[in-house]
């Protein structure tokens, strides 16, 4: 493979996100070249290329003009603008402060309950911070929220939410003893599964939720869980049931609750997984 074939098979991962960047079409001329169309505004942007991103509701296309770039130009102001967003996010979200844990997420809440630091906030209906006492020592983190959470403002709440409130019964506790949140505080479209990028932005606000709550264990929920706090392409299937170490705290990998609907054989490897949180918590190790 040339690299300019990687460089166009890189590229083509960005496709959709450059879209709601502004540039309102791509096409690829001779080796190494493309030509982008792009609107005023965005023109005016990209003579400041580190400048970050917002995106809000669009107005009435503006003129277009066809402006050539490398290709590896045209990644490299793609991941400028990505990289200067996650930072900005990621600063906003360290310098929350509070006395206390309450007030430390209380204050979180207020500073990003209205973000628009990346495109899921386009189809939102509400924002799924999370819920649960400040001082939980036991953490759901699943991957975002639903339709049914989407409107209710509150994370698992639909049928998936409800099997696992039977779980967290099961375990000895009510769900007014834990801390449950998401990955991503918007819902995708769709449902789809929460874009890296958007897991790299919306993720610094869940590092500060964990960081006031201090939790003895995450339990991390389905497979995009836990490549947010082990690593992207991980399978579900050979880690759950696997202790590990984040921040300093140790996170369990399990079956996401959807999964164990569609999969009803997954509640028993599920419940292994649970009894060995459950050993952590009464331990205290």
């Known amino acids: 493979m040339t690299k300019h074939t990687e460089s166009v098979n890189h590229l083509s991962n960005y496709m959709e996100y450059m879209k709601e960047l502004g540039f309102e079409g791509l096409e690829i ?18 003579k400041n290329p580190k400048t970050p991103f917002r995106t809000t509701e669009k107005p009435s296309p503006p003129p ?10 045209i990644l490299d102001l793609v991941k400028s603008n990505l990289e200067a967003e996650i930072d900005l996010v990621r600063k906003k979200a360290v310098q929350v402060k509070g006395e206390n844990s309450t007030e430390v997420l209380r204050n979180l809440y207020k500073t990003f309950q209205d973000c628009r630091s990346c495109r899921l906030h386009e189809g939102r209906n509400q924002f799924v911070f999370g819920e649960g006492p400040p001082d939980a020592k036991l953490m759901f983190v699943g991957e975002g929220p639903g339709f049914d959470e989407d409107q209710q403002g509150r994370p698992f709440v639909g049928k998936a939410g409800q099997l696992l409130e039977r779980i967290i019964i099961a375990m000895g506790f009510n769900r007014g003893e834990v801390f449950i949140a998401n990955i991503v505080k918007c819902r995708p479209p769709n449902n789809r599964t929460p874009r890296a990028d958007e897991m790299s932005i ?22 995009t869980s836990l490549g947010y706090f082990k690593g992207q392409n991980l399978s579900i299937m050979r880690l ?12 369990m990998p399990t079956y996401h609750p959807a999964y164990v609907l569609r999969n009803p054989s997954a509640k028993r490897d ?11 918590l009464k331990s205290g190790a």
């Open 29 to 46: 001329k001779e080796n190494p070249f493309f030509t982008l169309q792009i609107g005023r505004a965005e023109r005016e942007r990209l």
């Open 64 to 73: 277009t003009q066809a402006i050539s770039f490398n290709s590896t130009e």
């Open 202 to 223: 919306c993720g610094s606000i869940l590092k500060r939720q964990v960081e006031a709550i201090k939790p003895e264990i995450i339990v991390a929920l389905g497979k």
């Open 240 to 251: 759950r049931g696997k202790l590990f170490d984040w921040e300093g705290i140790k996170v």
């Open 270 to 280: 599920v419940w292994e997984d649970m009894k060995a949180v459950m050993s952590v």
